[in-house]
């Protein structure tokens, strides 16, 4: 078993580095209150190779694996605390990954080059209003073959990215049941690649959030919607399959961007206490500061190296065949339970050693702390789905009848 980083590894986090704290981290406060990526943020990203790098290089990718790919999203959320471009970053490269493996060669060649090339947006579109994680029993959407165009009714909403594919242009990899039996449980379901701009039908929303300010939130309500065959995205009814895969990637990459901010706030609030004083002393020399410090760094540390090895079992799956969807749904679950709330519980701490300006603009960590609720809240699902998703890979689906009723 090896800890260290190969000469590849340390260079192409030093460039992503770079990168990321020369361009990104002194515009975070511009991101964040004018409530938009500037386009030559995007552009220099592109250039970098920081936009669905873990598509092939024959659509402008990087080809980028699942190490490299994660220690990305860990230093774009070092740099961008408040979490908006490691959004962008991680479905790009999560679900571009997934259009790569699934798309027809056509719609890659249409949408993939500009995507990497940041000309393009390409998002994620499964939850609806009657939830995310119960895509079984939430999932209304509904796609009818008529001819030869698929027609769609539904709604799709709490979606990153509606604002940015309206005005790039790009698609949402859409889930929609396509099986009207009932019982068909999770083989009713199939991905399509929606463009949100120019298709008739489409009728978006925005929503005004608490964080995350630099890309949008919204959803859009479909009304009969038509959509050429070859928009299906991998095989019918095997859409929820695809999602799963899917999710499991976002979930390792959200791992390493909250894991990312966390050293970012550590870090932060470690110069804080080292300087401000109290009773004659800093506050640094406190055991009630050392403590938690320590108790944090030392969860932190935990999490990091379970992100990681969420990152490397995807590797040895896609890459060596030596791992199987069922290590990694455990171990991106894993990173994705305790990554986020851990993340908010530091940001947190260290707002009590700032003081009083941690409850100011003045004080970067309240970013932070509204970007990285998101995640904890939800994104790619709940604590509580994540748990689920642990106890489903230990115990077996046998034992969750209230999550696994269907027949497949």
Request: a negative charge.
């Amino acid at each position: 078993m090896d800890f260290g980083w190969t000469e590849e590894q340390r260079l192409w986090r030093r460039a992503v580095r770079d990168f990321a704290q020369n361009e990104i981290a002194p515009r975070v406060r511009e991101i964040d209150e004018e409530e938009f990526i500037p386009r030559e943020i995007v552009a220099g990203m592109a250039d970098v190779g920081l936009l669905a790098p873990t598509v092939g290089e024959e659509y402008g990718g990087a080809g980028a694996d699942w190490m490299m790919a994660t220690i990305a999203a860990e230093e774009l959320g070092r740099a961008d605390i408040s979490l908006a471009v490691p959004v962008l970053y991680l479905v790009e490269a999560a679900w571009g990954f997934i259009f790569y493996r699934y798309g027809s060669s056509g719609l890659k060649q249409e949408y993939l080059p500009r995507v990497t090339r940041g000309e393009a947006f390409l998002g994620i579109a499964t939850t609806e209003p009657g939830g995310g994680s119960d895509i079984l029993g939430a999932c209304r959407t509904r796609g009818q073959r008529d001819g030869d165009r698929w027609v769609f009714n539904g709604e799709k909403v709490y979606i990153s990215g509606v604002r940015e594919s309206l005005d790039w242009g790009g698609i949402h990899l859409m889930l929609a049941r396509t099986d009207p039996d009932e019982d068909a449980g999770h083989r009713a379901f199939t991905f399509f690649a929606l463009p949100l701009k120019g298709t008739g039908g489409v009728i978006p929303t925005y929503f005004d959030d608490m964080g995350r300010m630099g890309i949008s939130t919204g959803g859009f309500a479909l009304d009969e919607v038509r959509l050429p065959l070859e928009h299906q995205v991998g095989e019918l009814n095997k859409g929820f399959y695809h999602a799963m895969e899917g999710f499991s990637a976002a979930r390792t990459l959200i791992g390493a961007t909250c894991v990312g901010a966390s050293e970012a706030a550590l870090a932060m609030g470690m110069d804080q206490i080292k300087l401000r004083e109290a009773f004659g002393r800093p506050i640094a020399s406190f055991e009630g500061v050392q403590f938690p410090l320590a108790n944090l760094y030392t969860d932190l540390e935990g999490v990091r190296l379970s992100t990681y090895k969420a990152a490397w079992l995807m590797d040895q799956m896609y890459r060596h065949g030596a791992a199987t969807h069922h290590d990694i749904a455990l171990a991106a679950a894993m990173a994705k339970l305790k990554a986020p709330r851990l993340g908010f519980s530091i940001m947190n701490e260290v707002a009590d050693w700032h003081g009083a300006m941690a409850y100011t603009k003045e004080c970067p960590i309240e970013m932070g702390i509204r970007g990285i609720r998101s995640y904890s809240i939800g994104a790619e699902g709940t604590p509580n789905v994540m748990r689920m998703i642990i106890a489903r890979e230990l115990l077996g689906k046998d034992f969750l009848p209230t999550l696994y009723t269907n027949k497949s």
